[in-house]
C-alpha cells in the first residue's frame, strides 16, 4: 500500500514536512492561545523536555531498532545502500506513533495542556530531525555547523555504520561512547 512504503515521490517527502509543520503551528497556536496563562512556564518546561527527550528517543531508535531488529534493520539498510532516496517513516505510522505512544499516556497522567506541550517538544524534535537529515544527504554549505554535521553523519554512513548514532545532536553518542 503506498501509505506504507517506505521509498516516497518528492511530493510525499515534501508533504511529510508541510504536515509536521502544520501540526507544529497548530499545537504550538493551541497552547498560545488557549492554554492557561498561569501554567506558562511549565508549559515552556514540558516542551524543552519533549525536545530533549526526543533526542534520547531518536538515538536509542537509530542505535537499537534501525541498526539492530529486524525487519527495521532491513528497511533502513536500504537508506544505507541509496542515502540520497527518499526513504523515510510513512507519515501515517510516525504520527500514529507519536500520538499513541506520547500524547495518550501523557493526556492519561496529566492533563491535555501537559500532553499537548510535550507533543509539541517531540515533534518540534521529530521536525528538526527530518530538517537536518534531509540537510545531511541533500544540502551544499560552507556554514560551519552544517559542514560538522554533514561529516558526523557521513562517519555514520560510510565509514562506523556502528557509531555515531545521532543525527540532530550527537550528544547521547558522547554519553554512550558511540563517537567512534
Partial sequence: MVLFSL????AAYRADFALYGIALVALASYLLL???????????AIVGAGLVAWTAIEYAMHRFLFHGLQPFRRWHALHHERPSALIFTPTILSATLIGVLVFLPAVVLRDVWFA?????GVLIGYTAYGVAHHAAHHWHSDNP???????????HHYIAQRGWYGVTSGFWDHVFGSNH
Fill in 116 to 120: 499537548c506541550a510535550l507533543t509539541l
Fill in 34 to 44: 488557549d492554554g492557561p496563562r498561569e501554567r506558562w512556564p511549565e508549559i515552556v
Fill in 7 to 10: 521509498e516516497h515521490s518528492k
Fill in 145 to 155: 555547523w552544517l559542514r560538522r554535521h554533514k561529516r558526523r553523519h557521513a562517519l
